[in-house]
């Protein structure tokens, strides 16, 4: 039986919270004896955690997290600890050190490209922390761990190449989908649209790094005098409303802030747009194609071009190229998409079983002493 602790800022509605979800939800009981430290409790999933949870309300900010989750790995006492996010894995790996010495496992899972973190931050102090002062930190951290989860290979390549970890401690294991779960909720209400179609759908945080400003651009350019764009995630959207009035569609845009059940607008929707600026491995673009929803992304992120491997999976389109994707939604090429194909295609990569049985196997307290072995 392996102890394991998991730890996550928060269980906001986020897609390395979600993945935290479905692992907390799926991991086999018989194997695992399981503990969960949030930063801060509440958020979208919060309350959706398994009541045979052991819970570790942190109550602490980035700062002051090392030695609030030492305190943590101290009490749970667990064989293993993990942690995905970059700012919660630099924590978990100075905490294991200060409660455990060596002799507590750390295993990592990052949310993003670490070499793409910057983008989209434009002031100087993020220029100085995400480049050559981070690496450093996230070089000597990341080296702490016995095993770093990459959601693609493109990640494991970044770490290779920028950030020199060795080959034994990279796995990639593509993000959980639940299918039956998402069939179910995407078929459980009606159409949420009203409108006339073309109805366009985003999902996601309202963010910089979500490209939502380029998708508006697009939208406009493309030059559709019927349709609508919706966006569906949590967040301050007035900028963006106000754009989308100086555009002059904001008519035709709909802003539905964050949803319990995103899959009802992904199964009624005639595509989804993956605007980011950077990206690893969307949740969101492989719950649309388990949804059966045509998709455009932009191509050149993390690892879009693994998911969207086939033209007959999803449109890509050159990395923010605003005059290309606009082009993509005026002559609706996503209706070419064979949304079986890409469902199979997500099915064999992505399939909830598949995900927790590789989690399962590098997560278990003897997985490296088995590995040593070899």
């Known amino acids: 039986m392996t102890r394991l602790l998991v730890c996550v800022p928060s269980m906001s509605g986020g897609g390395a919270e979600r993945v935290v979800l479905n692992l907390l939800r799926h991991l086999p009981r018989d194997r695992f004896e399981l503990g969960l ?11 959706q955690i398994p009541g045979d ?11 002051t997290a090392p030695f609030a989750l030492a305190r943590a790995i101290a009490s749970f006492r667990p064989n293993t600890v993990f942690s995905t996010i970059g700012g919660a894995n630099l924590a978990a790996a100075i905490a294991c050190i200060i409660a455990s010495g060596n002799r507590c496992r750390l295993v990592v899972r990052e949310d993003v490209n670490p070499s793409t973190r910057r983008l989209g931050l434009d002031t100087l102090r ?11 930190v996230l070089r000597a951290a990341y080296g702490r761990a016995q095993r770093v989860v990459c959601q693609c290979e493109g990640m494991a390549q970044d770490f290779r190449a ?7 401690k990279l796995t990639v294991i593509h993000n959980p989908v639940d299918f039956p779960e998402i ?8 159409s949420p649209f009203s409108e006339t179609g073309p109805n366009i759908l985003a999902v996601g945080r309202i963010h910089h790094v979500k490209g939502y400003d380029l998708l508006l651009k697009a939208f406009a350019d493309s030059g559709a005098e019927s349709g609508s764009l919706h966006i569906v995630g949590d967040g301050d959207s007035s900028h ?29 929707a005639d595509a989804l747009v993956l605007s980011s600026r950077s990206e690893a ?19 050149g992120l993390g690892g879009i071009n693994e998911v969207v491997a086939k033209p007959q ?20 090429s996503y209706r070419t998409v064979d949304v079986d194909a890409a469902f199979g295609h997500v099915a064999g990569m992505c399939s909830l079983e598949r995900v927790v049985a590789a989690y399962s196997a590098i997560l278990n307290s003897d997985a490296d002493a088995h590995r040593n072995s070899q």
């Open 162 to 168: 920028n950030y020199r970890i060795p080959e034994g």
């Open 37 to 47: 430290a949030v930063w801060r409790s509440g958020g979208a999933y919060f309350d």
């Open 313 to 332: 999976y999803g449109i890509l389109v050159p990395h923010l190229d605003i005059s290309a994707l606009a082009s993509a939604l005026r002559e609706r």
């Open 126 to 136: 993020h220029h100085l922390v995400y480049n050559w002062p981070f690496r450093g």
């Open 281 to 299: 491995s969307s949740n969101v673009l492989l719950e649309a194609m388990a949804c059966r929803c045509p998709t455009i992304a932009f191509d």
């Open 183 to 190: 069939s179910r909720l995407s078929m459980a209400t009606s």
């Open 53 to 63: 949870i052991r819970m570790f309300d942190l109550q602490c900010r980035l700062r």
């Open 240 to 268: 963006l409303q106000k754009q989308a009035h100086e555009l002059g569609v904001s008519h035709r845009v709909l802003f539905h802030g964050q949803q319990r059940n995103p899959y009802a607008y992904m199964r009624n």
